[in-house]
């Protein structure tokens, strides 16, 4: 069975790093095709894709965030951590860790973690 | 990237069919046939039911289906449930490799 959870703060002041961690289990970030996402939602507000590291330790990460946004993995830990720098109150948010579908084209999420709300407030 | 556009909301009455559109570029939607949605109940996480335009997960209800054409795809939602309100969100594989996910529809019953 596949499991995802978000760790991390829930408050952080502007201009701050952000570091969230994904920690899973009921797959291996060493298997050929497993990646994991990060994707966030503002309160109110629509899901955008954050980032996505994958098996081979290939990431790729939304462009318009690209600048602050750094992905990585521990695959002994079997865990992600997401790191956002310089944050701000619009990056206020629930981020969700997801894991990838496996044998799918266009990366689809099939498995998400419960979502970790972050403040950014001073 | 910008979001991919969607109509705000939707209704329909039990039993009735509604469909959600999902408007993109040639650089996401019309690129590749790599169409995801997933649905969202308040306070939950996503859960995806259509991958690839067409493709349902095991598990997910044979009332959902997907298409597309050109730049737009589409979700289809037929005999309407209570069970079905809840918002809904397209997303796209870019052609820079990237995921761009749409500006989400609420759907009422």
């Known amino acids: 069975q596949i499991t995802l959870k978000e760790s991390g703060p829930t408050l952080v002041k502007p201009t701050q790093t952000l570091k969230l961690t994904c920690a899973f289990s009921?797959?291996?970030?060493?298997?050929?095709?497993?990646?994991v996402g990060w994707i966030r939602q503002p309160p109110g507000k629509a899901l955008e894709w954050l980032a996505l590291?994958?098996?081979?330790?290939?990431?790729h990460s939304n462009p318009s965030l690209q600048t602050r946004l750094t992905i990585t993995k521990d695959t002994s830990k079997n865990q992600v951590v997401l790191t956002m720098t310089n944050m701000d109150p619009v990056d206020t948010a629930t981020y969700y860790c997801?894991?990838?579908?496996?044998?799918?084209?266009?990366?689809?999420?099939?498995?998400w973690g419960q979502g970790t709300l972050v403040t950014v407030s001073s | 990237q910008s979001a991919l556009t969607q109509p705000a909301s939707v209704s329909g009455s039990p039993g009735q069919s509604i469909t959600i559109s999902c408007t993109g570029t040639?650089?996401?939607?019309?690129?590749?046939?790599?169409v995801s949605w997933y649905q969202q109940h308040p306070g939950k996480a996503p859960k995806l039911i259509i991958h690839?335009?067409?493709i349902r997960p095991s598990g997910v209800s044979s009332r959902f289906s997907g298409s597309k054409s050109g730049n737009t795809a589409s979700l289809t939602i037929s005999g309407l449930q209570a069970e079905d309100e809840a918002d809904y969100y397209c997303?796209?594989?870019?052609?820079?490799?990237?995921?761009?996910f749409g500006s989400g529809t609420k759907v009422t019953v």
């Open positions: 040639s650089s996401d939607v019309g690129a590749y046939n790599y």
């Open positions: 997801a894991h990838r579908l496996l044998r799918a084209g266009g990366d689809p999420f099939d498995y």
């Open positions: 690839e335009v067409i």
């Open positions: 590291i994958y098996w081979d330790d290939d990431k």
């Open positions: 009921g797959f291996s970030l060493s298997t050929s095709g497993v990646g």
């Open positions: 997303s796209s594989y870019t052609t820079s490799r990237t995921l761009v």
